[in-house]
């Protein structure tokens, strides 16, 4: 299903993902790596995932986040065709 984005470059994001031990070097590469606006507009579609998979409707979530409804449904898309990785997420933040 991640074919579509997994290429040599992206392995390397991974890699430097994965290799990062605490929040403050996360933070520290995130930073450097994405613009504000990018890390506030992944922040928030992480929020709207975790409140569709806690089963917050629709309008609810656009009050809490200012998400637009395009961005709910993309995400909501993601969460019930897409790879899991949400659900991998959630799963081991509990």
């Known amino acids: 299903m991640y074919s579509r984005i997994k290429d ?7 890699k430097a993902l994965l290799c990062l031990e605490n929040e403050e070097e996360c933070y520290k590469f995130i930073d450097d790596l994405c613009t504000v606006p990018e ?4 922040a928030q579609r992480l929020v709207v ?3 569709l998979h806690e089963k917050y409707g629709y309008n609810e979530i656009v ?3 200012g998400a ?3 961005t709910i449904s993309r995400v909501n898309r993601s969460l019930n065709y897409g790879c899991d990785g949400y659900k991998i997420v959630f799963d081991r933040l509990k």
């Open 63 to 65: 009050k809490k986040t």
């Open 39 to 42: 890390i506030k507009a992944m």
């Open 8 to 14: 040599e470059n992206v392995d390397y994001l991974v």
């Open 49 to 51: 995932a975790k409140m």
């Open 68 to 70: 637009s409804t395009a």
